[in-house]
């Protein structure tokens, strides 16, 4: 019997439901583009630059002082041109050309009408626009409402007549209508001119952007050699620039990879080899002297393969580890423990132990990796020093202006290390000549060196006191920091 079984297809959000068939058809094919994003900006620009001409323009209109100074001097003139009528008819034939005239250029941009009257010194009306008269000082300029809308009312006396005029303060609508037009016909007849050229410019830019990704897409996946891509621009350079080096650093990254995985299995194959051998050994051997023998060899070679594996496992995870945390410990406290861990090795070997700390220090640093140094420092210093040698630790910090400095030091009256290996016993399975008798896979101080810089430290060799052996100390700064608490921690 077949089972017929019907996957669900996932459920789309509410938000996206509720948006028409066509709108979510639309956003799924469209994709961010340069040069979309370009002629987008092109266009809002367009809409800015047109906002604020005309934005500007009302301001100018719509200022008062500005309009009062200008009616002023009109009514002045206009005043002075009336004077010249000694009778009524010519005031009026005047005034209503005057009227006529000026309203007509206003009414072209569908701006409301000036209101002007004219009264001779009786106060009778020889010319007016509404039933009920305009009331004004010739002395200032008042507000006036009419028919919803703000009128400035100005008023001027001259020799045989009194001359109004109530002109009608722009609204944004207005200025609107008077430029608004004029501006779209000639920004829509500037946006092509000004599009064209852009777009053309942004789309060949990114010729060179393709290639190089298309050069990409067609490398195989092993094959990081360098691109050699001659980038034609100057924005270009960096990108490739910095592409080539990530190459180079992952070849390098991949060739270290390769060492280790081959240095740690020709690591691993001795002590295996030595167990396969003595295994052979147990199976075969008769006397019990040459059985214990065997059994010697092949627990030192089973103790030699874990230790290998766990430097490995520590080594490992180190480098794949972001900066350890801090937190605040009583570091001499940790010190005391770590040595009681090692001290039945360094007994063993008839070598002494000497720790120069203070009673209680407190520091902020990471307790894993401080562990991590302080264990590889003195199996290190304990497997290639010979019996009767003295290793002293030395825990001290200072402050210097607004840092603390935390110094930890191993040091030993041992054979030492030859000035020109100082760099290279801190590699990855690098053993000097000295130190091929003493059992190790090169391991320690590499792990030393990762753990100090993931707690933003630094190692430094040098030689030991009075010139003899070898001392090695980490050295980490914090921000000094007071009422630090330290976290507790098991004796051991």
């Known amino acids: ?276 051998a003595h295994v052979n050994v147990l199976a075969l051997a008769e006397a019990p002297a040459q059985r214990a023998q065997a059994e010697l060899q092949v627990n030192a070679a089973i103790a030699r393969a874990a230790h290998l594996s766990q430097q490995l496992l520590d080594l490992s995870r180190l480098e794949g580890l972001a900066p350890l945390p801090a937190e605040a410990l009583d570091v001499a406290a940790l010190v005391r423990q770590v040595l009681r861990q090692v001290l039945p090795l360094a007994l063993a070997k008839g070598q002494q132990l000497a720790l120069d700390a203070p009673q209680q220090l407190l520091f902020e640093v990471n307790r894993h990796g401080l562990q991590t140094v302080l264990i590889n420092l003195l199996d290190n210093a304990i497997r290639y020093c010979p019996a009767g040698a003295e290793l002293q630790i030395v825990l001290q910090s200072k402050r210097s202006g607004f840092d603390d400095t935390l110094s930890l030091s191993v040091s030993d009256d041992g054979p030492g290390i030859p000035v020109e290996e100082r760099e290279r016993v801190f590699e990855r399975f690098y053993r000097g000549a000295g130190q091929a008798s003493g059992g190790g896979a090169g391991l320690g101080l590499a792990i030393v060196r990762q753990a100090a810089e993931h707690m933003d430290g630094e190692v430094e060799l040098s030689e030991g006191p009075g010139g003899l052996g070898c001392c090695f100390t980490l050295r980490c700064v914090r921000p000094a920091s007071a009422g630090a608490q330290p976290t507790p921690q098991a004796e051991l």
């Open 1 to 276: 019997m077949t089972e017929r079984r019907t996957v669900a297809a996932p459920a789309e959000p509410a938000a996206s439901k509720a948006r028409p068939r066509w709108l979510r058809a639309l956003l799924a094919r469209w994709q961010p583009s340069l040069v979309r994003r370009v002629m987008l900006a092109i266009f809002l620009a367009y809409a800015l630059t047109w906002l604020a001409l005309v934005g500007f323009d009302f301001m100018r209109r719509s200022d008062t002082e500005r309009i009062s100074e200008g009616m002023q001097a009109f009514m002045r003139y206009q005043s002075e041109a009336l004077d010249q009528m000694p009778t009524a008819a010519e005031a009026y034939a005047f005034t209503l050309s005057l009227e006529r005239e000026f309203n007509r250029s206003r009414r072209e941009f569908e701006q409301p009408d000036a209101l002007m009257e004219l009264q001779d010194h009786a106060g009778g009306r020889v010319f007016w626009m509404r039933r009920e008269p305009l009331r004004g000082d010739a002395q200032e300029v008042k507000r006036w409402q009419h028919q919803g809308r703000e009128h400035l009312l100005f008023r001027q006396d001259g020799a045989r007549w009194s001359f109004l005029l109530a002109y009608p303060i722009p609204l944004f609508s207005d200025v609107v209508r008077e430029i608004g037009g004029q501006l779209n016909v000639r920004l829509l007849i500037s946006l092509p001119c000004l599009m064209l050229p852009i777009w053309l410019a942004v789309s060949r830019g990114l010729l060179p952007l393709r290639r190089l990704s298309e050069r990409l897409a067609r490398r195989r996946p092993n094959d990081l050699s360098p691109l050699r891509f001659d980038a034609p621009y100057r924005e270009l350079k960096p990108l490739t620039a910095a592409l080539d080096r990530l190459f180079e650093q992952l070849t390098q990254k991949q060739a270290s990879e390769r060492g280790f995985v081959r240095d740690a299995a020709h690591e691993l194959r001795t002590p295996l080899a030595v167990i396969a």
